[in-house]
Structure formats: structure tokens, C-alpha cells
């Protein structure tokens, strides 16, 4: 292995950090529901009642077991050997009582069995279905959430934080074995002899004080170690995915030296925390070996006085040593049961995450709509008191292509969320095919709105099942038609596989160009009544251009389009042109009536051929108010 | 190491070249383990104290069974009438003190192993991090190209935390049941070697199981975390595609694509768990049975006055003792063998050899006139299914003051060439030179200190702006930044924002549009020095005045350095020096917009297309 050298440090820049400059958990950490999370968790594990109760009668045949074990031992002792004597007799209850011993490690055993394998199933299904659930809400939840929230902290939770529930889990069932296994010996100790029994439970108490005092500062030392950890893990995955980035601009040692800082960071608060969860393991042995030696002087007095059988003196010696395992093992836990609590804690909030955009109750679901899309009076904003479009009103009429044009950031991609209700408006209503979209179910929406995004997002998979997507039930030649109609058969046909060849992550072995060709062939598969292309077409050159608008013609007869573009030859043959500033519609109308009318859209149109030398300075000046307050 | 033994196929990782990097993980798991055990014996000074405070703790745990046969032997001796009541007191009080010291020093010893085991655990883990962090930077394009975020993640979190738990949990601990096993044997052979035989017969049957189940743990460790890489590619490319998923309303396909997979991870799950239990409660199974074998041939000893009481009391102790650590050999298995399998993942990232590296004799790119020259370019992607070549044939000469654009259909190889003159792939034909040196002669690192592309796709980092721009030169100075947003047209913008250029963006900050995220990009290219500056789309998001007031903003810069402009908009290059246009990988036009229209070729074609009012109005 290349040993990791850390470079000379450098003197640290100013301006570099590696990972999110927010701390990652700050707002999630403060405190810790343990008995709320084991609650939400109780929710979970209803659908596996009925194996639960077996588990837990496993888990007490179990536990009686192994406390039959030393009883077992001392009546060997006490009645077959250490009685002297008539040997005869002696051997043959030796005999039988091993005989009764074998028969318990058997049952020992088949519960052992049953134990382990119902708790891990469940354990496993638990953790299935929390993880489930998680990934079904966040197919419902709102995209505000979404857009706010990076996808590898979410990451983060539908695998790290699973996977520490899973160890949590997998131990739990030996920390209630090992608390019934404690109360039994107790009463076990107590019965045989209470005296001895009260003296030897005797150190227990100071078993407690010391984990008063432990708790809150190993809590501390633990909550350091996972933040230090989280931290790491983020930086780690933003190298991961601007690896690019970072290769470009020669990042690399500087990124590396941060890094180390912030690993270094987590390796001292994982060594402290590790010194807080062993400082106990010589506290709980040496209270052992004190109950250990109570029981030899005490007890061994009571011997001598002959008020207490030398067998139950060995069988108290067996179980304290077993004793103190449990708690042993309770306070090992310790640091997973936490990471758990906080593990469960973040799964939950995922969980609770408001669903702001739903279906209604009683959201339609209609058959055929008509393709008219109506604006009224909408107003809307990702920030509260930042909105976004202001009092926007219009109407497409079914079957008219609409163009909306406008500089960037003027709210031209928001009206398109707003159309297929990616968002809630503020305020007004919108309308497709006569329906408010909120009596619509998203489904529907979803079938009549077929989507050509800004960003062309291809899936891993084949080319085919990637133009697929939007229906999975259409034909091989129907996927085939569009991909001629966007002008990318031609390019498919080439790669080695045709519309069999997988592609990398995002699409990463295509261009930018063939990505959107190949989104543009998905959302015409789609044959919805709607069409939305959102610079659909912002990385392809006009020519090629030219001939999808040629096929598109064909396509679109009798269909709704809406098209963003900056190319403005690209939306020049629209049936309308919407013009788009800071929020407002400013112009609308054929492209012949806004050359005339000489406003923005005129101007934005010479300047498609314009150098930089000649734009005239009153264009500038007015362009230039416009676009500084995006 | 008892692993070495069971060795299976050849002795060496043989996967260490990019190009034939494998997915799946070697057989090899012994030497995994061995490397990993090896890394933590380089930490000398801990993991000797860790050495020895395992050894004390073992023989001071050794020593509690026999205290506790001696205090049965004293306390049965009296009833036997062997000894006298005082003397038996004060034996009993010195057997009580010794016991209590062996607890308490066992305790401390093994807190000490612990402390050392866990620390070396994460100095090991802190180790394999960096370098695991240090060899995804390195790495070239085309491995990225390949592999999946996702599985890259997974390797940094879980693998390494596999690898670490072993040695936490597996190494000290493995020493622990070595000697625990080897001194009780001998003291218990001491006593009576007969009892002491049935005292250990369970050994070799739990050996046995041992290394049967490692290997099958092993196996299933493997395909889970194959499935689990799966799941998570799925989960990841969903959430990552979010709108595409909404759009066309596709939740339910998602979750059926998720169930599929998710169910069989549950049913490999389920199955790991199964096979652990088996071996973990047979193990435990066997053990109790040695210990009732105990009981009864020790107890026919004692009655037959072979041994004493307070020695089948040892006996029983000692094997008392054993009922823990047997229960963590089960653990231990499971624990070696997600080691062996999380180890031998990194450790085939951690061993390959980037394709794109600086030569032995690298020397530093010197620039003098800062022309770029590509030379009859042959391209093919190392990845690329069928022998198409990308590029073909492309010769070009940039050189400062003079701009080259590039225009093409989607695919024709536009990017293909920005990225060869980064060298973030080696060309297969012809050669890319800045100023006469192969780019393949000199380091890496002062040739893209040269080479300034704007990506086609924007990406930001999580952070605020100021950060964002000068991610290329973190010592920037305000101003310089501040110039850089300007020329980029964004510096309004920022600083309009209310905590202006301290603003975050990224996926948990402002959202910026897509024309906003290209300028940024062009804010962060500009602000660095480099004799070549490539554009590759960078302006496809922007409108046109923008990109306008862009331009003439850059024109200083512009003058100073070989600048390449690839962009669909032919306004955006019309006014370059040279134009190629490009078609599947070769140039099938080059010259200035006048000699293009002149020939009223494809170039002549687009152009009309972009101008000509009346064109696609007749087609719609
Ligand atoms: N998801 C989002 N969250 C917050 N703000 C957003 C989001 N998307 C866009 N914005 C902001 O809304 C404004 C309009 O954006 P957008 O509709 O994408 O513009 P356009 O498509 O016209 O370029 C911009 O100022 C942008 O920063
Ligand atoms: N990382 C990659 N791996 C394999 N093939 C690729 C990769 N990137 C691009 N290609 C292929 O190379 C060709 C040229 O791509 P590119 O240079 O990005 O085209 P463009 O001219 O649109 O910028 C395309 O056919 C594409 O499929
Ligand atoms: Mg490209």
C-alpha cells in the first residue's frame, strides 16, 4: 500500500476547505430521544408480533438454561461427590445429574438457536423495512426538501445510519438475554443463601455511582467522535464526486492536507472515546474479584461453620463470574446503543419530513384532458418574501407551442416546475387541461406532462431502458422512432451495443449533446398530450436542431408544447413568444409582432448576431438593469 | 498468522492496472488478512504494549479458577478434617486477596489491550483513509468514467470500517484465545491429563467449524456487499434524478426497481445470519457438552479420590471462563471475514497504478511562446465499446491573441478535445505539444496549472462563493476574486446577496439557475493564470447579452492567452481566428467565418439557420 505521506504543510489557504462548510449535524445531535427512538421503533416491529414472542420465550428457555447450568454443577457436587461415602450411590446420581445436565445444553442449545435467528431475521426486516419506508417518502416528499438537501447526507442515512441500527440490533438480543440472565441470578443468588446473596450484591451500588459520573462525559467524548466522523465522510464524498474539478485545478495537495486535518481530527476523538469505554472494564472486574473474595471469606466462613454446603459456595462463584458479563457487556454496548439512538433519531427525521406537495383525497385521475395550460395570477417564490414569478397570468391553448424567453434567472424553468406541480403556488391558481393541479393526482400529471429538463439525468442502464422510462410498456419500435426523431439513432447505432449499451454513471460516456438527444427521446416517448423542453436543445448544435424541430412538427400536431431557449432561432417558428423578466411577463405575442414592437425580445434578437463590439450602449445599459437584479 | 495456512491460489494481488480493474474482489483472503495485520504491526510500540497486556491479563485470568479451587479445597479441606480452623481462615483470607488483585490487575490489563487494540484500529483506519482519499484524486478520468460514486463511498465508509474492526476486535483478541486455550491447557494437563483432554475435546471440533465458516461467511460477506453496492447505485441515481423521476411520474417503477434489489440483499442478509448462527450456537453447543463430560468423568474422579474437589472446581471454572470468549470466536470469524473482504476492496482501488501519470523523467512545462499544437490526433475512450476512433486526424494550432473555435453535432468529439489538452486522457495517435514538449513529457501538475478549461457542466463545490471561485487558487485575494465574478458578469449579483461572496451555494445554499452555475465556472477559470483557456459550451445556459457583455469583458484576457471556444451559438465564435467544424471525430471545415460561408458548406448551413428569419417558419 502506498503509504500516505502527508505532504510538507504547506501554509494553509485562506479560502479552502474540504466538505460542507456547515456543520453537517450540528442542528441534529443536541440531545438524545433514546426513549422516543426505541418508541417509533416499536412501531416497526408490530408486523413481527407473533415471531417476537417466540423470540422471547426462546430468549427465557435460554436463559433459565443457563442458569440451571451451575445449579446442575452444585447438586453434582453437593449430593454425588462431596458427600463422601456410600460411592456407589454417588456415581449413579453423578450419572444421572450429567445425563440432566446434557439434556439442558441440548435445550440450551435449540433455544440459543431460535433466539439468534428470529432476532437477526427480524433485525434484517427492521432494518429493509425502515430503510423502505425512507426511500418510498422521499420519492413523495416535497422538492423544496430536496433541493436543500445534499443527496449524500441523505445517503448518509438510508445506509450509514441503517448499518448502525443493524449492529445495534444484532447485539440487542443479547443485552435482554443478559438482563434477564441478571435478575435471574439475583434471585437465583437469593434464594440460595440470603445472607451470603445480600453481600455479594453488595458492590453493585458502587457499580452505579461510577456510571453516573462516566455517562455524561463519555456521552461527550462519543457525540465529538461521530460529528468528526460525519465531517470525514463528507469531505471524502465531495472529493469523490468533484474529482473533475479538482483534477483541473490541481487541488490536490491542498485538498489532501485538509483532509488530514479533518482525519486527524476524527482518529483523537475515536481514541478519546475509546479510553472513556475501557476506563470501565478494570472498575467492573475489580467489584467482580470484591464479590469474588466477599464470597470466599463470607462464605467459606459459613462452610467452616458448616451453615452453608461447599456446593453452594462453587455454584455462587459460577455465577458472579457470569454476573458481572452482563454488565460488562451492557457497558460495551454502551457507545453502539448511543450511535443507535442517534442512528434511529435521523432515520426518524428523514421519516417526518413534511409532504408539502400531496394529492388530495379526492385528486382526479382523468383519462383524456384537452393540453391547455392556464396561469392565473400566480405568484411564487422558493423564499418567503422573495418571490420568484409575480402575478403571472396566461393561457396556452391546446395544441399552440408556446416559447418563454427571458435572461437568466428570471423565473423561466420555475413556471415549468410550477406547471407539472413541482411546487405549490403562493398564490393564484394553475390550470391543465381545465383542472386545477391540485385537484389532479400527480400521477396524471405526471402522464400528461412529459418533461425535457435543463439538466438531461440518464440513469445507469441500457440506452433502451433509459428512453423507456417515462413508459415502460412501450414498444422497441416506438423507442426506436424517437430516438430517430431527436436525430440520436444515428449516434446509437454506432456505439458499440446499439440500444443495448450501458451507460456510466449519469450517462458519463455520452456528450452533454447526446444526453439531452437521449431525455429529448424519452419524453417524446412519453406521447403525453403536454410537452415541456427546457433548453432541451441548449447543447445541440442547429442543424441537428433544425431536423428534430422538423420531426417535432410531425410529433406535436394536436399536442401542448412549451419550450425555454436562448437560441431564439430555435423559438422563432413558436405559434407565441412570452418574454420573461425578473418575474414578470413584459412581452407576448408572434415573433413578427415583437421584432416590431422593438422591446427586449427585438433587441435580445439582434444581438444573437451582434460582436461584442457593436452592441449599441442603450441596449447595454437597459439589458444590463434587467439582468443585475437576477 | 493461522490464517497463512489455509492459503488458496496464487500469493499475489495481480490487479494493478486501471485498465484491468475488476469489481469484484480476488480470492486471495489470506493475503489480505496478512496485509492487514502487517499495517498494524507497524505501529511496534502499541501493539507491543498491546502484546503484552494480553498476555497478562490471559495469565491473570488463568490464575482466578485456580485461587477459586484453592478456596474450595481450603474451605472442603476443614470438612474433611485435614486442617485446622485458624490456619483455614487465614488461607481463605489470603485466597480472597489474591483474588481480588488477579481481578483487578486482569481488569487493567485488559484494558490496556483494548486501548491499544482500538487505537491501532483507527490509526490504521485514519491511515487507509488518506490513502484511499489521496488515490481517488489521483486517479485518471477514465477510471472515474467507470466507476460508480456510490461504490466509491461505500468502500471509504464501510470498508474501512470493516478493515478497522478487525483490527479492534480481531488481532489482540485472536492472541488473547491463543493463550487463554494454550495455559489453561497445560495448567489443567498439569492437574490431570485425562480430564484435561475432555476438558479441551471441544477445541478442534470448534477449530474445524471455524475455518469451514470463515470461508463461508466470507462468501456471503461478498455477495452482500456486491448487492448492497447495487442497492445503494439504485437509491443514489434516484435521488440524485429526483426531477426526472417526478416529471414523468415514475415513483412506482423506482420502488419496484428498489424492492427487487432489496429483497435479494434481505435474502443474502438472512442468509449470512443463518449460516452465523449455525456455527455460533453449535460452537457454543459443543463447549457445553465438553463441559458435561467434564462433570462427569471429573466427578467419578473425585469420588474415586483420583482429584479433588477444589480441582474439578478449577476445571469447571476454567472452562467457565472459556464461555465469553467462545461465544466471541463466532464474532471474531465474522468479523475476519468481512475484514478479508472489505480489505481486499480497498485494496484494489489502493494498488492500481493511475494510467495518467507523470513520466519518471517529467520535467516541468516551459512556457515560452504559449503556442498549442495538436499533430494529426488519433482518440479513441479506453472504455469505448466497438473501434470507432472519437477523433480522428485533428491537427490545430492555438497560440495567444489567436482564438479557435470549434462547432459540431452532439457527440462529434468537441469536449473530447478540450479534455486531451488537460491530458486528463492520452491521445492514441499524433501528439498534443505546448510550445514544442509533448504534453506527455512533462508533469502533470504545471501542465493543467497551464490549461484552463470551463467545463460544459458546471460543478459547485457545497461552500460559500468566494470559496467556490477561487477553488483553483485559494490564496486569491479579495479583489482578484471580486474582478474574476466581474468579468463573469456575476459580481452584482453576489453582491446583492445579502452575505454576498460569504453566501453558500450548492445543494444546501441558494440554488442558483443553470446560467448562474456557468459563470461561476467562467469566475473560477478566469481567475487563474495558463497559457491556453477553453471554453467548452460554456455559455450554453447564458443569454445572449450576457454572454455579450462576457466577452468583451474578457477580451484583455483574451488577448494574452491561446484561447479555444466551443459553443453551438455561432455568435459566440463567429469573430475566432480559426473555426473547425467538426463531424464524427474529424474536421471536415476549417477556416475564418468569412472563408466558411464562402464555401457554402455545413458551417454556410448553420449559419443561415441561426440567421435566416423566414427558415423553420415555412417548416412549422
Ligand atoms: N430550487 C430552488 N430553490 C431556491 N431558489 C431557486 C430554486 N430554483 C431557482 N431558484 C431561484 O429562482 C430564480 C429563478 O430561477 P429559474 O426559474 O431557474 O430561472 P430561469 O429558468 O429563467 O433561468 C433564480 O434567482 C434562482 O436563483
Ligand atoms: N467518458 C467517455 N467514455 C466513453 N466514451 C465517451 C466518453 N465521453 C464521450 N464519449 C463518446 O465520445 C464521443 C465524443 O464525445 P464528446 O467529445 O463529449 O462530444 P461533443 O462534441 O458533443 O462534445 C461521443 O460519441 C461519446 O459517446
Ligand atoms: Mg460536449
Redesign the interface.
Known sequence: ????T?SPKSNR?????VG???SQDEDLFGRIFDRWVVGRLGEYLRPYRARIIIAIGAVLAFTLTQLA?PL??RA??DD???S?GE?AE??AL??I??AV??GV??F??IA??VQ??IV??IA??LL?DL??AM??H???VS?SF???????R??SR???DV?ALQEFL?SSIFAIGDFVLLFGIIAVLLSLDARLGAMTLSVVPILFLVRIIWLPLARRAFLRARETSSA??AA?????????????????D???DL??EK??D??NS??SG??Y???L??????L???A???I??V???L??D?ALD?GV??AF??YV??FF?PIRSLTIQYSIMQRAMAAGQRIFEVLDVEVEVSNKSDAQDPKEIDGSIEFENVTFG?VADQPVLKNISFRVAPGE?VALV????SGK?STMSLT?R?YDVWDGSIRVGGHDVRDLT??????H???V???P????GTILENIR??K?EASRDAIIDAAKAVGAHD?IM????GYE?EL???G???????R??L?FA?ALV?DAKILILD?AT???????E?NI??AL?RLLENRTAMVIA????TI???DRIMVLQDGEIIETGD?AHLMASEGLYS??YR???????D?PDD??RT??ES??A? | MKSKKTSHGKSQLDINSESTYRIAVSKLDTNVLW?ITK?AFRHRLRMAIGIVSTILAATFQLF?PQF?GR??D???G???LTSD?AT??DA??T???L??????L???F??CQ??QG??VG??I??????????????LS?SW???????D???R???DIEGVRMWVTTGVLRFFLLTILIGGGAIILFRIDIELGVVALAFVPIVGFRVSVARLKLRDTWMRLQDQ?AKL??I?????????????????????NR??KS?RI??AV??ER??L???Y???M??VY??S??LV??VG??K???GEIT?GE??QF??FM??L??PVRQIGWMINSIARASTCGGRL?NI??LEPSIADKPDATPLRITDGVLKFENVDFR?P????D?RTLSGISLEARPGKTIGI?????SG???IAQLI?R?YDVTGGSVTIDGQDIRNVS??SL??NVR?V???P?L????V??NV???D???GRSDIEQSAATA?LH??IS?LPSGYAT?V???GV?L????RQRMSIA?GVL?DGAVLVFD?ST???????E??I??AL?DIVKERAVIIIA????SL??ADEILFLEEGRIVERGDHDQLLARSG?YA??YS???R?S???G??
Open positions: 500500500m502506498a503509504k500516505a502527508p489557504p485562506p479560502l479552502a476547505v460542507s462548510l456547515v447450568i446442575i454443577i453434582a457436587i454425588a461427590v462431596a463422601g460411592i454417588g456415581g453423578l450419572n445429574l450429567v445436565f446434557i445444553v441440548v440450551n442449545y440459543n438457536h439468534e435467528t437477526g431475521k434484517g426486516h429493509f430503510r423502505r426511500y418510498a422521499l420519492q413523495v422538492l430536496m433541493d436543500k438537501t445534499e443527496v449524500g441523505l445517503m438510508l445506509q450509514g448499518n444484532e470525514t465522510n471524502l464524498a465531495e472529493s469523490i464526486h468533484g474529482v473533475r474539478v479538482v483534477q483541473e485545478l490541481t487541488r490536490e491542498v485538498n489532501f483532509f488530514d482525519a486527524t476524527n482518529l475515536h481514541i475509546s479510553k469505554t475501557n476506563v472494564i478494570p472498575i467492573v472486574d475489580g467482580t474479584g470484591a469474588m473474595a466477599i470466599v471469606i462464605g467459606g466462613g462452610v467452616l458448616q461447599i459456595m462453587v462463584l459460577f463470574q457470569r458479563d422558493y407551442t427571458g435572461p437568466t434567472g424553468t407539472h413541482f400527480q400521477a396524471s400529471l405526471g402522464r406532462i412529459a418533461m429538463l435543463q439538466e439525468y440518464l440513469f445507469s422510462y417515462a415502460l449516434f454506432r456505439l458499440g451495443a449499451t456510466d454513471q449519469g458519463g460516456n455520452l456528450s452533454l449533446g447526446q439531452q438527444l431525455s424519452r412519453a433548453e441548449a447543447s445541440i448544435d442547429s442543424y441537428t433544425l424541430q422538423r412538427a436562448h437560441r431564439l432561432a422563432r417558428g413558436a415573433h433587441r435580445l444581438m444573437n448576431y451582434a460582436s461584442f463590439d452592441i441596449v447595454a439589458l444590463s439582468n443585475d437576477t | 496485509r499495517m482466578v477459586l478456596a474450595v481450603q474451605a472442603h476443614l470438612l474433611t480452623r483455614t481462615e481463605l483470607m485466597t480472597a486477596l483474588l481480588i488483585s488477579a481481578s483487578l486482569r481488569g487493567l485488559t484494558m483494548n486501548y482500538e487505537a483507527h490509526l483506519g485514519y491511515n487507509l483513509r488518506l490513502s484511499y482519499y489521496r488515490q481517488l484524486q489521483r478520468f472515474h468514467d467507470k466507476v460508480h460514486s456510490g466509491l463511498m461505500a471509504g465508509i464501510l448492497m445503494t447505485q437509491m443514489e441515481e434516484n435521488l440524485s434524478g429526483i426531477r426526472v423521476v417526478r416529471a414523468f411520474a415514475a415513483q412506482d417503477h423506482e420502488l428498489f424492492d432489496s440483499a434481505l442478509t438472512h445470519i443463518g452465523f448462527v449455525r455460533t450456537t453449535q457454543t453447543f457445553f457438552l463441559m458435561g462433570l462427569w466427578g467419578h473425585v469420588i474415586d474437589l474439578l472446581t469447571l471454572a467457565s471462563i464461555q465469553m485494496f489502493l494498488d475512450y472504455a469505448g465499446d466497438g470507432q462547432v459540431g453535432p452532439p457527440g468537441k469536449s473530447t488537460g486528463y502533470l501538475e493543467r496549472a478549461i467545463q460544459q457542466e460543478f463545490f457545497t461552500s460559500s468566494n470559496h477561487a477553488y483553483g485559494p490564496w486569491a458578469q452584482n449579483y446583492n453558500l450548492g445543494e444546501r440554488s439557475s443553470g446560467g448562474q473560477r487563474l459550451d450554453a445556459s447564458i443569454d445572449a447579452a450576457t455579450q457583455r466577452k468583451s477580451k453551438h451559438r455561432l455568435s463567429m469573430h455545413r448551413e448553420l439557420l441561426q440567421t428569419l427558415d423553420t417558419d417548416e412549422n
